[in-house]
């Protein structure tokens, strides 16, 4: 089989996955129905995916290589702090918009700490560190300098502040998640404001004990840490 004919049917797979997610749920969707619907044999679809939690995987990927894609205007353009921030979650909802539906259903398996399909699980560490790669260049083209002994926290805590705008995203019913788009913006100020506020060095301590705090407290984000240090 050819690299493009194994890439073609490793997306049949994960989209036909996605749709059966949506239409039946995720508990209730099963490899063998994916391998039947998508026109493949179940061996052939483990091939590709050793499961579903895998698949949410491929689901993981997809997203942030599309949000890596779609902020480069944004982050390629802009040079105020604010405005790159609200681009980048923005662009993040604008991206995610028609899998809502799918997130509300898989939600209460990632929010299981123990779950692979957790954001702060070991399987997720790529997309994780991914999504954390986009804020640190956030930072590193504004024209707001961030102290150097902050370049490592602050994108981390910023991807923190990002997974709560996406849970508050799975469960916002306004239309076309409008209140969710508010809260990013009003998010992107408060945090810019807050970075500045970090320039000030009797206030840099705090923000180290929070980083502290959830790298201690956080399951995954303990490796994450671990992870930046070795690169």
Known sequence: MTAAKSEQTRTLILETALRLFQERGYD???????AQEAGVSVGN???????????VQGFYDRIGAEHQA??????DNETDLETRLTGVLTAW????????????QFFKN???????????SAESQPAREAAISIHREVLAGAKAKVPADLEDVLPELMWLSQMGLVLYWVFDRSPGRERTRRLAGRGARLTTRGIALARFRVLRPLVHE?????TDFL?????????RKRS
């Open 210 to 214: 929070v980083h502290e705090l959830f």
């Open 110 to 120: 990632a929010a299981d700490p123990e779950s692979p399909l957790s954001p702060f």
């Open 219 to 227: 399951p995954g984000m303990a490796e994450t840490a671990a992870a």
């Open 70 to 75: 779609a902020v480069r205007e944004v982050l």
């Open 93 to 104: 909802l604008e991206i995610a918009a028609p899998y809502h539906e799918f997130a509300a």
């Open 28 to 34: 209730k969707t099963t490899m063998r129905a994916i």
């Open 45 to 55: 679809a483990y091939y590709y995916f050793a499961g579903k939690e895998h698949l």
